[in-house]
């Protein structure tokens, strides 16, 4: 069984930058780069003429143009040494070896070529890899700055959005981007959330509706009451997400990290056997054998290998950050397609989190006329209108859709009274009438307690409707499934992924969700505190358990869990403890990650492949005499540039 120690390894060891990634933020780099090129270019125009001089000319250019790949090569290798203890080599150095080795027995010309392809391929790779951080390093550029701060007075004053207090009122104009997290306290508008949820709707906003920090507010200025600090915000969490995500490396991007060492090493020690065996098993002669050594170096230099899983890894994190799904890792992405079983909260995951009205029944056909029963409703609209019951808006809500036509009844507050654990009732026009619980009457017709009976089977909440405590009508609710939930289900059991809901609720009320959604297992009845334990037993039977969740009583499953998925909407302690976040509470989102991380780590491996395959041809076509070094760099440089731009490949959105 997978222990939350096990899973949450990623999080507590900081990885080193692997020495194939690099920042030249310097222009230096570029700049000697630029006067190489053009001193090597002078060199093969006047190689006919002054060779001596063209030769001092191609062996600048080895050393201006590999001026950071030399600093890296022999510079990396050194320090990377000192502090391990032991000879930790990077792949630059084998390509530096080559160059100086080529220098070293009269092939400068070579030299200089091999130096100027492979640093030029160096920036081209450079710029790939920054183009799949691209979706999520912009978001660093949204955070929030300033503030337009509402005094005592009445005043505005514009302040930095660090210096605010909750409890601050504030004022944002058109056009202007949120400071901080919040309540609209008065105004209405319509904001752009998709720095927040990747929605690209806007969402119109009244009074009493919660703003986020980042988000644009398009039309109509509003007044806002700050309820987070600045760092509690929900787009500061992001930022948070967004630096773990790109500071995190998958297992395989790991692993060839630690394997470069050794593999840059055997090939250091393989080089002088290649040397001296080459006159005795090929019958080269000393030169032509060092330099097919120096080709070697440039053949077997695994640098298309390195940059098999970090550039897929970043652009499959962007591809989701673009659509509101954020990972702490790309390690939890890539493990993400080997879940074998998903536990799923059911209220606010799988359902809407609040009742809806499913079913109204008002007896056999005939016992009321029509307008009776449309005056007795508007009876029941006024009522729940004034009662703060979960089913209350439920209620209102379905017959202010039925109603709509109808003139409206007005109820004194004081008529009304609210029965905790009974319903609500109210006195009109000499009349009680009751919203209550099928156990306050004990006695109704026969096709009222059938239908209370069909109904409860089918695990409904059901409230009967009375006038003078004689039963006329009943309604029945449920917190229904969320449009997304059953092809989410249905797109996991595909993929062989047992499905699991686990909910409070009475066993009738799961199951009939859990039939509805199709999932393979239903576990009612649960107490929070037992959801973790839950969590364990299915990583015992199945092995690599995912679960999803929204509140507190969340966390500790989302934490147990081998991945733990937090619905963006839900508590900020589910957040924190979740290795992904859905900003949209949208389980299609869930089911797109698993499809790209089924990408990346295929991408993965088609370029580890690859490269290794093309590492074994140049080899074997050195040694038949088949190869030079422009021609190894040349090949070896594009398949590098291959594995990237597979890799960009995860850059575009799929659906």
Request: charged residues 20%; contains cysteine; negative net charge.
């Amino acid at each position: 069984m997978a222990t939350q120690e096990h899973k949450h390894q990623h999080r507590k060891e900081k990885e080193h930058h692997h020495t194939h990634q690099h920042n030249h933020e310097s222009k230096l780099p570029v700049i000697l780069y630029g006067v190489g090129l053009a001193t090597f270019i002078v060199g093969l125009v006047i190689h006919g003429s002054q060779p001596t001089l063209s030769t001092i000319l191609f062996i600048f250019t080895t050393f201006s143009a590999g001026y950071h790949v030399m600093g890296e090569g022999f510079g990396d290798t050194i320090r990377n040494s000192v502090a391990a203890k032991r000879f930790v080599p990077n792949i630059h150095l084998l390509m530096m070896l080559a160059a100086v080795g080529a220098v070293a027995i009269g092939n400068s010309e070579e030299a200089a070529l091999l130096i100027l392809i492979f640093a030029g391929a160096h920036f081209l790779e450079e710029y790939a890899e920054g183009r799949s951080k691209k979706e999520i390093t912009q978001l660093l550029k949204l955070n929030p700055s300033k503030a337009r701060l509402i005094q005592a007075d009445g005043s505005y004053k514009s302040v930095a959005v660090e210096e605010l207090n909750i409890g601050d009122r504030l004022q944002v104009l058109t056009g202007d981007q949120i400071p901080t997290d919040g309540l609209i306290t008065d105004g209405v508008t319509v904001i752009d959330e998709s720095t927040i949820n990747g929605e690209s709707m806007p969402k119109e906003k009244v009074v009493g509706d919660q703003v986020y920090a980042s988000t644009i507010n398009q039309a109509g200025s509003f007044t806002m009451e700050v309820t987070k600090d600045s760092k509690d915000t929900v787009f500061a969490k992001i930022l948070q997400l967004v630096e773990e995500s790109q500071s995190s490396l998958s297992k395989t991007a790991t692993r060839i990290q630690k394997i470069e060492p050794i593999y840059v090493t055997i090939v250091l020690a393989i080089l002088p056997i290649h040397i001296l065996l080459g006159p005795a098993l090929f019958s080269w002669t000393w030169s032509e054998s060092l330099y097919r050594g120096m080709v070697f170096l440039i053949a077997a230099s695994p640098c298309a290998l390195a940059a098999s899983a970090v550039p897929a890894s970043l652009s499959a994190i962007s591809n989701l950050a673009s659509k509101g799904v954020l990972f702490k890792g790309s390690a939890t992405l890539a493990n993400l397609q080997d879940i074998k079983a998903i536990a799923m909260d059911k209220t606010g995951t799988l359902t809407q989190g609040k009742p809806s009205l499913t079913d109204s029944y008002f007896g056999a056909s005939g016992k009321l006329a029509p307008e009776t029963i449309k005056e007795y409703l508007q009876v029941i609209q006024a009522m729940e209108a004034q009662s703060s019951h979960p089913l209350a808006s439920a209620i209102t809500s379905h017959l202010n859709q039925e109603l709509a036509q109808e003139e409206g009844i007005q109820l004194p507050v004081e008529s009304i009274e609210n029965i905790i654990g009974v319903g609500l009732s109210a006195d009109y026009q000499g009349h009680l009438y009751q919203v209550a619980k099928p156990s306050h009457f004990p006695e109704v017709d026969v096709d009222f307690s059938e239908e209370v009976a069909r109904l409860g089977a089918q695990g409904k909440t059901v409230v009967l409707l009375a006038r003078d405590g004689v039963v006329w009508g009943l309604m029945a609710f449920m917190d229904l499934p969320k449009p997304q939930s059953l092809d989410a289900v249905g797109y996991f059991k595909e993929q062989g992924v047992h499905a699991v809901m686990i909910t409070g609720d009475a066993v009738a009320t799961g199951q009939a969700i859990g039939k509805s959604l199709g999932m393979d297992q239903v576990l009612a009845n649960v107490m929070p505190e037992d959801k973790a334990k839950h969590v364990r037993d299915l990583q015992e039977q199945y092995g690599q358990v995912a679960m999803v969740g929204d509140g507190v009583n969340d966390a500790p499953a989302l934490v147990t869990a081998d991945i733990g998925v937090a619905m963006g909407q839900g508590t900020d302690v589910a957040i924190n403890v979740a290795d992904v976040v859905l900003m949209q509470d949208d389980l299609s989102k869930l089911v797109a990650a698993h499809k790209v991380s089924k990408r990346m780590n295929h991408i993965v491996n088609q370029n580890m492949i690859f490269s290794m395959a093309v590492v074994v041809l140049l080899v074997v076509l050195n040694i038949l005499g088949q190869m030079d070094i422009a021609i190894g760099v040349i090949a070896h440089e594009g398949s590098t540039l291959v594995v990237i731009a597979n890799s960009l490949r995860l850059l575009l959105s799929r659906e």
